[in-house]
């Protein structure tokens, strides 16, 4: 438990950021949230439902952001499997200043279950604020955690190493019955 407690403290800015994606959309107007929103916006409205979408697209939108933050190619692995070449997914390093430390892992899942438009009364694929909630496919499961894991990444980058590494795992299949 001690060491769940330590790395969780090593991550404090995630709480705030969760409690900002918990807050009503009217309330998100901090010029250091649209970052985050701009990130969230498109991981949502990016169709990855298996078969149909592509997380692999996803996958690559998130590594552009994190490139654009200053990741190497070498920090990012942006993958797919021949026989499923949409169904990729991303892994994110960034080095401790420790390395005798143990990693971290942050591991969120990109796709989302298939939606018909017509059992929907807004787009799925809009991120849509409407009564102060965000609709739309993964707004919850698992978009908005694998958003808040991407941008955390982002914002250990721009300030003074972790001392343990920090590994991000983006992954497609969880909503699949794929063996």
């Known amino acids: 438990m001690r060491h769940i407690l330590a790395g969780l403290t090593g991550l404090a800015g995630l709480t705030s950021l969760a409690l900002t994606l918990a807050t009503p959309a009217a309330a998100q107007t901090r010029a250091d949230q649209k970052p985050f929103f701009d990130l969230y916006k498109e991981l949502v409205e990016t169709n990855t439902v298996v078969n149909e979408g592509s997380c692999t697209q996803a ?6 952001r994190m490139k654009a933050a200053g990741y190497t190619d070498a920090d990012l692995t942006v993958f797919s499997v021949p026989e499923h070449p949409k169904d990729g997914g991303l892994v994110a390093v960034l080095r401790g ?3 005798a ?3 971290m892992l942050l591991l969120g899942h990109i796709d989302v ?3 018909k438009r017509e059992d929907w009364t807004r787009d799925p694929f809009k991120l849509v604020e ?4 965000y609709w739309g496919r993964g707004t919850i499961d698992d978009k908005a955690m694998s958003a808040i894991w991407a941008d955390t990444m982002i914002r ?11 590994k ?10 794929f063996a």
């Open 168 to 177: 991000l795992a983006l992954t497609c299949g969880e909503e699949t019955t």
């Open 97 to 99: 200043s420790d390395t």
């Open 156 to 166: 250990l980058k721009a300030g003074k190493p972790p001392r343990r590494t920090v």
């Open 113 to 115: 279950v298939a939606a």
């Open 130 to 133: 409407e009564g102060g909630y």
């Open 59 to 64: 996958a690559g939108q998130i590594a552009a």
């Open 101 to 103: 430390a143990k990693p």
